[in-house]
Structure formats: C-alpha cells, structure tokens
C-alpha cells in the first residue's frame, strides 16, 4: 500500500473570510434572544442571506454590517469587534476620560453630579465601575458608616453590593432591592464583555431567593432603596439614569449617571445636613 500523502495547502479546510464577523454576529443576535428571521426582517434582506453571514458563507458589506448592528443595538465595542473581524476599520474611537477631546464630556458629567447636591448621583461604566461621585454620594456612605477612601477608583458597584457584609445588608428591603439590581445586570451583561464576565463570577454567591424573586405590589410608583444607618435611622431613595444620546466614542457610550432622590424630608435633610459639614 502506497504511503499516504500529506495533505496540500489547497486540500487543507479554511475558515470563510467572513466566518468571524459572521460569528460575532450570530453571538449577538442570540444573546438579544432575537431570530434569523426577525433580524432579516428588520434589516430587509431574506434569511437565508442572513445565515449566509452568521456562518461566512457570504461576505457582508461594511453597509449591510452597519445595519444589521444597528438593528441589534449592538455596543459600539462590539460593532468595531465585529467590522475588524470582517476586514473594515473600526467606526468609532475609544478614547479616555482623560483625553482632551473628552473635555465636553468630562464638563458635563461635573455638571450633573455637582447639580444633584446634597443627594447623590455617581458615574458608572458599563461593568458598573464607580468613575466619579459627588459630595452627596459621600454623605450617604458617610451615614451608612462607610469610609470616604471606599468610593475611591476600582470600586465596582455590582460587586460592593453582593459581596459578604457588602452594601446590600444595610438595606431593610434587601429581597426586592437585591432582585432587580440583580436582574438589571443580568440585562446589562448580554451586552458588555465586562459585565458579563462579573456576573459569572458573582452567580454562585447569590441566595437563590434573589435570582427568582418576583416583584410584589406596592403602593409606590417606583422601587425604593431603603437604607437604615448604624445610629438607627433610615434613608429612602428611588434612582434615575442620565446617559449621553447618539454617543460616537466608545467609552461615552459606556458611561452614565445614577442619581438617588430623596423620597422623603427627613431623607432630604439628613443629606443637606451631613453635606454642609463635610470639608471643602
């Protein structure tokens, strides 16, 4: 029997060009929980051109790409993912807070967070690292007995939350505050790497009563995050998000703001009165 021939480059199996791309695609469109055929009708093109893509049969053009991320609110992260894997530059810039183009975003971002005091309001990423706070976020860590130096850079939220003896055991409705915290990040993580990857890690922690806790009904139109405080008195806040529209760089469109209003006076001027005493 004749030795057996090692293969030639020609006889050797390759990924389609567009396998990649296709492949980010296909990811993002099962994690929006969306199907070929809805995507195809959104986007106007049959299905069996959309699976074309997913699987690299068919190369997209850098149009047809566009809009089918537009279609799946992809992050602006993963559309430049996605138009590299498929050989076209990237769409959008990834700059740093730091950087001088960033100055009207920076200038805001202190706007809004200067605007909200004595209540707090704080910045977040898209992995919910805490960026900045303003004063009021430092009264209310000051009242829940937390050191200043906690809310310093590396403090991620999701994690201060759920970890042992972390945020989530001063509040006296931790069930419900805990459930949807929790369920929002779950939404959050579908479509941030980041997130995605802290949720993973935090799932085993969690009681189970907090992963299929459903919500009950309240005489409140809005969820409260009610707080009690180590000398026994209690805050009460519901929250709101600020985040920049039509954003055209990476990191603007990962950042927002989360204020806490005060849901009742004695809330209010407690905040104003620990505000008012803090240096500077």
């Not at 050797?12 to 099962?30: N, Y």
């Not at 001088?100 to 704080?122: G, K, N, T």
């Not at 200043?148 to 069930?175: C, E, I, K, S, V």
């Not at 505050?177 to 993973?200: F, G, K």
Request: charged share 20%.
């Amino acid at each position: 029997m004749p030795p057996a021939r090692a293969a030639t480059p020609s006889a050797v199996a390759r990924p389609a060009p567009g396998a990649p791309a296709g492949h980010s695609l296909r990811d993002l469109r099962q994690r929006r929980r969306i199907s070929q055929l809805e995507l195809s009708l959104r986007v106007g093109v049959s299905q069996r051109h959309l699976s074309c893509i997913e699987t690299g049969r068919a190369q997209a053009s850098r149009e047809m790409l566009h809009a089918l991320l537009d279609a799946l609110e992809a992050p602006l992260a993963e559309r430049n993912d996605t138009l590299l894997a498929a050989g076209y530059a990237p769409a959008f810039k990834q700059r740093t807070l730091a950087d001088a183009e960033m100055a009207p975003v920076r200038d805001a971002l202190s706007r809004l967070l200067e605007a909200h005091d004595p209540a707090p309001a704080f910045v977040l990423d898209d992995a919910w690292n805490l960026l900045q706070a303003n004063r009021g976020t430092v009264a209310m860590m000051q009242l829940l007995g937390v050191h200043p130096d906690g809310l310093g850079q590396g403090l991620n939220l999701l994690r201060a939350m759920f970890a042992p003896g972390g945020l989530a055991t001063a509040l006296l409705n931790a069930d419900e505050v805990c459930a949807e915290v929790w369920q929002r990040a779950q939404r959050e993580a579908m479509l941030s790497p980041a997130l995605r990857l802290i949720v993973e890690e935090l799932r085993p922690q969690l009681p189970r009563r907090l992963t299929s806790h459903a919500p009950s009904a309240s005489a409140m139109p809005l969820l409260l995050t009610w707080l009690r405080t180590p000398d026994g008195g209690e805050l009460k806040f519901f929250s709101a998000f600020t985040t920049f529209g039509a954003p055209l760089d990476v990191t603007a469109a990962s950042l927002r703001v989360e204020h806490f209003f005060p849901a009742d006076a004695a809330t209010r001027q407690r905040l104003a009165d620990t505000v008012a005493r803090l240096p500077g």
